[in-house]
């Protein structure tokens, strides 16, 4: 019993031992894995790009000291040429401090155009599993001195040449690798690293490697075709090096400023950016609300409207800044008018006038200013005239808005100034096309290319506040920027003044973001590549271009409850439909607009308008053809009369064809009746363009074989009946005043 338990005493004793051995291990293991990782940077302004990356390294709990802030930066413009020397030199003199910590990895990264991706056990990790004391970028290019590419050892995979972007070793190694040599601030500290690395023995005696596979640092320049973005089962985004199958901790936009752009993409949803699940989170920082905000709280703001050439619908621009929910005392207006819009000269004068003297809720200050008459305006120094007007008034921020754009929107001035970004802009597009006012990415050439996410983000698939590398047409401007001089339209000769800004914006660092945060929509942009001038009523031809706006003026009110299946099609005669399909607006501008052209038939049996040049039926008429309006009111017909045609005539699916559309005048001393025929129709429509026992009397439609005749018309409204073998009719008798109507001959 006693040697047994002497056993069991023993081996309880042993089992401690090696516990505690075991512990000892772990906690020394533990120690050596977990070792301190502190990250410097250069920085000597607090840019967009270095808040983008200090936010990566607070997201994913990187320890960083940013060196060099608020000092002049001496060295040169790395953007187009060499430079960076004096980065060697504040490297240095910050590493000194930690050279002989034997717990300390440092790591070294650009700031503007970095983004950190992972934590720090990650990065200690694959440091570590590069058995080295320093490990630095690469990249596929030999920079700055081609001449040196054949001194380079050869790799088996990967890229070959070293990048200074990021460098990450032990305090020792990292000290003497900065402080090698001193050099003046404008020498070309990738030179400066790339000789020591070149130089076998001194490769040898600091162990240095290079990260060929893009295993902690990852340069764009030449490698985004090899990169994708991910997302992890939680929503949240990675990049991947599909070449390698490695995912990179630092992500560097190294290069043009193609790259800095891709960079911009990728921060739209790394470092806990943007989230599958989640949405937009970035979204949520930085920002305020002014939802009990009262009116004095709010920021003061300068709307600042360009009317740079003629836009359809510009009654309707000028109603909807009107209309934005936003405290007009905290409101200032200016209006341009340049050199090629004089034929909204009046309309911009009268309105401007009418602001002014707004007694109910005035804004701050109203500014017009007609240069229609000016030769020498440009739509460049129009925008430059409305950056000085927000420093005369004082304002906190400049919305720059062009009048092609429909805010529908009230709310869109109040949640582009609570996002609390220094350039934003809302997304707008052209209903029903994927063209918008931002582009996702620049080509080589300086012009518009698809993003990867473009589609999405336009779409409203992905909603978010987004780094973009241009926008335009509408544009939130924080004060801070126009009184640095950030702003500029002038960049290029041969760019217009939103792609001057937007280059300037991007050579400089300064963020411009586009949003469509908002579920509902802001608005959208109007089609004016088309837009003339020529006739009266211009905005009446937009039906095709502009659909959206030529239905809120042009359509019938309440020509929707015709699709309404649970509603009865109103049926005056047998099979004789009458609906409503135009406004009065558009019936008075259809009459004013053949007035004005004039050229009435006559109703004369000779006419060489139509094939065969002889009317069986004449009618004092003017055809659509005639004013140039053929094309539109086809587009009527198969839009709006088709879809009530099929609930009428079951079964019978028309093509739209109409060749003779046109508008006949009754008088009594013209043509006041039309005697019994059948129309060269399948069905035809005929629009009541002005009012009965008011503009006229008498007149209506009988329909011989049933007898029955529709006499009390209203305006808009138009008949709908066969126009072959049954309904044979005839235009009764108008007695005083002039009847219009607007008849169609359709699938003759």
């Not at 985004?237 to 199958?245: D, E, G, I, M």
């Not at 060489?608 to 009618?619: A, C, H, K, L």
């Not at 008429?621 to 709006?640: A, C, E, N, S, V």
């Not at 129309?679 to 002005?690: A, H, K, Y």
Request: with cysteine; net charge negative.
């Amino acid at each position: 019993m006693a040697r047994h338990h002497l056993h069991k005493t023993g081996l309880t004793w042993l089992l401690l031992v090696l516990a505690a051995s075991v512990a000892n291990s772990e906690d020394t293991t533990a120690s050596e894995e977990q070792p301190r990782l502190l990250l410097l940077t250069i920085a000597t302004n607090a840019t967009d790009g270095y808040l983008r990356f200090a936010r990566s390294c607070e997201h994913h709990g990187i320890e960083f000291e940013a060196i060099g802030m608020g000092e002049e930066w001496r060295g040169g413009d790395m953007l187009v040429g060499t430079g960076g020397g004096q980065k060697v030199g504040l490297l240095t003199k910050a590493a000194e401090k930690y050279k002989d910590e034997k717990n300390l990895i440092l790591m070294y990264t650009d700031s503007y155009d970095v983004i950190i991706t992972s934590d720090k056990a990650d990065i200690v990790q694959k440091f570590k599993d590069f058995s080295s004391n320093l490990v630095f970028a690469a990249e596929g290019f030999c920079w700055p001195d081609e001449s040196l590419a054949s001194m380079y050892p050869r790799v088996a995979m990967g890229k070959r040449f070293l990048n200074s972007g990021g460098f990450i070793g032990y305090a020792a190694q990292f000290y003497a690798v900065v402080s090698y040599k001193a050099v003046n601030d404008t020498y070309d500290d990738q030179l400066y690293y790339t000789l020591q690395y070149l130089d076998v023995a001194r490769r040898k005696e600091l162990e240095m490697r290079l990260d060929h596979r893009s295993h902690i640092f990852q340069n764009l320049n030449g490698a985004t075709a090899d990169l994708e973005l991910n997302f992890n089962e939680d929503g949240s985004a990675f990049l991947v090096n599909t070449a390698y199958s490695t995912t990179p901790s630092v992500i560097h936009g190294n290069g043009h400023l193609g790259m800095k752009d891709k960079l911009g993409l990728y921060g739209n949803y790394l470092a806990g950016s943007w989230s599958i699940t989640d949405g937009c989170l970035s979204c949520k920082e930085n920002n305020f609300s002014l939802v009990k905000a009262y009116d004095e709280e709010h920021p003061h703001v300068l709307i600042a409207l360009y009317v740079d050439h003629p836009v359809p619908f510009f009654y309707k621009f000028l109603q909807r800044i009107e209309r934005q929910f936003y405290p007009k005392s905290r409101l200032g207006i200016y209006l341009h008018v340049g050199f090629n819009a004089k034929y909204h000269s009046a309309t911009a004068s009268e309105w401007s006038e009418r602001m002014k003297i707004e007694e109910e809720s005035p804004y701050s200050s109203v500014t017009y200013v007609d240069s229609s008459f000016d030769e020498n305006s440009t739509p460049e120094s129009a925008r430059m005239l409305g950056l000085k007007e927000c420093q005369r008034i004082n304002c906190s921020y400049l919305f720059s808005v062009d009048a092609d754009v429909m805010l529908t929107n009230r709310l869109v001035l109040k949640r582009l100034v609570e996002q609390n970004r220094t350039i934003l802009a809302p997304i707008l597009s052209k209903p029903e096309k994927l063209w918008s006012n931002f582009w996702g990415a620049i080509s080589a050439t300086g012009f518009y290319e698809r993003s990867e996410d473009y589609l999405a983000i336009v779409n409203g698939e992905r909603r978010g506040v987004w780094v973009a590398p241009h926008a335009s047409h509408a544009i939130l401007i924080r004060r801070d920027a126009i009184e640095r001089g950030d702003i500029q339209y002038t960049e290029r000769e041969d760019h217009d003044a939103s792609m001057s800004l937007s280059t300037h914006l991007r050579r400089k660092g300064i963020f411009m973001y586009v949003t469509n945060k908002e579920m509902t929509t802001w608005g959208h942009l109007l089609e004016t590549s088309t837009f003339t001038t020529t006739k009266l009523h211009n905005d009446l031809f937009q039906i095709s271009d502009n659909k959206w706006e030529w239905e809120e003026e042009y359509l019938h009110p309440n020509y929707s409850l015709n699709l309404n299946t649970s509603i009865p099609l109103k049926e005056p005669c047998p099979d004789v439909y009458w609906f409503p399909i135009v406004s009065e607006k558009f019936a008075q501008q259809m009459i004013e607009e053949v007035e004005h052209h004039g050229g009435w038939s006559g109703g004369k049996h000779e006419d060489q308008r139509i094939s065969g040049g002889y009317e069986n039926v004449p009618t004092d008429d003017i055809h659509m053809t005639q004013i140039g309006f053929q094309q539109q009111y086809l587009d009527l017909i198969k839009r709006y009369v088709l879809p009530v045609q099929l609930r009428a005539y079951p079964g019978h699916f028309a093509d739209g064809k109409a060749q003779l559309n046109f508008v006949v005048k009754y008088h009594p001393d013209r043509q006041p009746i039309l005697r019994p025929h059948h129309d060269s129709s399948t069905f035809t429509t005929n629009v009541c363009l002005n009012r009965p026992h008011i503009d006229y009397e008498g007149g209506g439609c009988h329909f011989i074989r049933y007898n029955c005749s529709v006499v009390e018309n209203r305006v808009g409204w138009t008949l709908l009946h066969p126009g072959r073998l049954t309904h044979y009719h005839e235009g009764l008798r108008t007695t005083n005043g002039t009847r219009y109507i607007l008849v169609s001959f359709i699938d003759p």
